[in-house]
Protein backbone atom coordinates (compact mmCIF):
# COMPACT_ATOMS: atom_id res chain seq x y z
CA UNK A 1 0.00 0.00 0.00
CA UNK A 2 1.14 3.18 -0.94
CA UNK A 3 1.42 6.14 1.81
CA UNK A 4 2.38 9.73 1.41
CA UNK A 5 2.73 11.65 4.60
CA UNK A 6 3.17 15.50 4.09
CA UNK A 7 5.06 17.82 6.83
CA UNK A 8 6.43 21.39 7.09
CA UNK A 9 3.05 23.43 7.49
CA UNK A 10 2.54 26.35 9.89
CA UNK A 11 1.43 29.46 10.38
CA UNK A 12 3.26 32.72 9.08
CA UNK A 13 3.76 36.19 8.50
CA UNK A 14 2.56 37.25 4.77
CA UNK A 15 6.67 37.16 2.81
CA UNK A 16 7.44 34.49 4.92
CA UNK A 17 8.92 31.50 3.18
CA UNK A 18 7.76 27.67 3.87
CA UNK A 19 9.15 24.22 3.08
CA UNK A 20 7.15 21.24 2.69
CA UNK A 21 7.21 17.41 2.40
CA UNK A 22 6.00 14.47 1.17
CA UNK A 23 7.95 11.51 1.62
CA UNK A 24 6.52 8.55 -0.24
CA UNK A 25 6.82 4.92 1.00
CA UNK A 26 8.25 3.84 -2.16
CA UNK A 27 10.44 5.31 -5.40
CA UNK A 28 9.41 8.31 -6.56
CA UNK A 29 10.10 6.84 -10.24
CA UNK A 30 7.32 4.84 -9.70
CA UNK A 31 4.90 7.41 -10.28
CA UNK A 32 3.66 8.93 -13.14
CA UNK A 33 3.75 12.07 -11.46
CA UNK A 34 3.86 13.87 -8.10
CA UNK A 35 1.50 16.67 -7.10
CA UNK A 36 1.12 19.69 -4.90
CA UNK A 37 -2.29 20.65 -4.40
CA UNK A 38 -4.35 23.00 -1.95
CA UNK A 39 -7.73 23.73 -0.78
CA UNK A 40 -8.90 25.99 1.48
CA UNK A 41 -13.01 25.68 2.79
CA UNK A 42 -15.22 27.13 0.44
CA UNK A 43 -12.94 26.85 -2.66
CA UNK A 44 -12.04 24.72 -5.18
CA UNK A 45 -9.12 22.44 -5.18
CA UNK A 46 -6.37 23.77 -6.96
CA UNK A 47 -3.55 22.09 -8.26
CA UNK A 48 -0.34 24.19 -7.37
CA UNK A 49 3.20 22.10 -8.71
CA UNK A 50 3.58 18.70 -10.25
CA UNK A 51 6.93 17.08 -10.99
CA UNK A 52 6.68 14.32 -13.24
CA UNK A 53 9.38 11.36 -13.16
CA UNK A 54 11.23 12.62 -15.65
CA UNK A 55 11.86 15.84 -13.80
CA UNK A 56 9.99 17.71 -15.58
CA UNK A 57 7.77 20.66 -13.33
CA UNK A 58 4.42 22.97 -13.50
CA UNK A 59 3.01 25.56 -11.78
CA UNK A 60 -0.24 26.76 -11.36
CA UNK A 61 0.34 30.51 -12.70
CA UNK A 62 -1.04 32.17 -8.71
CA UNK A 63 2.20 30.51 -7.73
CA UNK A 64 5.32 30.73 -10.71
CA UNK A 65 8.33 32.68 -9.46
CA UNK A 66 7.23 32.04 -6.07
CA UNK A 67 6.81 28.29 -5.31
CA UNK A 68 9.46 25.72 -6.23
CA UNK A 69 9.06 22.15 -6.41
CA UNK A 70 11.87 19.17 -6.38
CA UNK A 71 12.73 15.50 -5.34
CA UNK A 72 15.14 14.03 -3.57
CA UNK A 73 15.42 10.43 -5.21
CA UNK A 74 17.38 8.63 -2.10
CA UNK A 75 14.78 10.01 0.18
CA UNK A 76 12.05 9.08 -1.74
CA UNK A 77 10.82 12.61 -1.08
CA UNK A 78 9.69 15.51 -2.62
CA UNK A 79 9.54 18.84 -1.18
CA UNK A 80 7.36 22.21 -2.18
CA UNK A 81 9.53 25.34 -1.60
CA UNK A 82 7.08 28.26 -1.05
CA UNK A 83 8.16 31.94 -0.77
CA UNK A 84 6.77 35.20 -0.74
CA UNK A 85 3.94 34.27 0.75
CA UNK A 86 0.58 35.76 0.38
CA UNK A 87 -2.50 35.35 2.75
CA UNK A 88 -4.25 33.73 -0.37
CA UNK A 89 -1.59 31.14 -0.04
CA UNK A 90 -3.95 29.58 2.87
CA UNK A 91 -5.15 26.13 2.35
CA UNK A 92 -4.59 22.85 3.36
CA UNK A 93 -1.85 21.22 1.03
CA UNK A 94 -2.05 17.57 -0.04
CA UNK A 95 0.21 15.63 -1.95
CA UNK A 96 -0.66 13.14 -4.74
CA UNK A 97 1.12 10.71 -6.84
CA UNK A 98 -0.16 9.02 -9.53
CA UNK A 99 0.88 5.79 -11.53
CA UNK A 100 -1.30 4.43 -14.05
CA UNK A 101 -4.26 5.94 -13.45
CA UNK A 102 -4.48 5.56 -9.30
CA UNK A 103 -4.30 8.23 -7.09
CA UNK A 104 -2.81 8.05 -4.00
CA UNK A 105 -3.11 10.76 -1.45
CA UNK A 106 -1.58 12.20 1.85
CA UNK A 107 -3.68 13.62 4.83
CA UNK A 108 -2.43 17.60 4.25
CA UNK A 109 -0.70 20.05 6.32
CA UNK A 110 -2.10 22.84 7.05
CA UNK A 111 -0.27 26.33 5.84
CA UNK A 112 -1.70 29.84 7.18
CA UNK A 113 -0.37 32.84 6.36
CA UNK A 114 -1.61 35.95 8.34
CA UNK A 115 -0.18 39.09 9.73
Known amino acids: QVQLVESGGGLLQPGGSLRLSCATS????????INWYRQDPGKQRELVATITAGGNTNYADSVKGRFSISRDIAKNTVFLQMNSLKPEDTAVYHC?????????WGQGTQVTVSS
Open 26 to 33: RSIYSFDS
Open 96 to 104: NANNMGREY
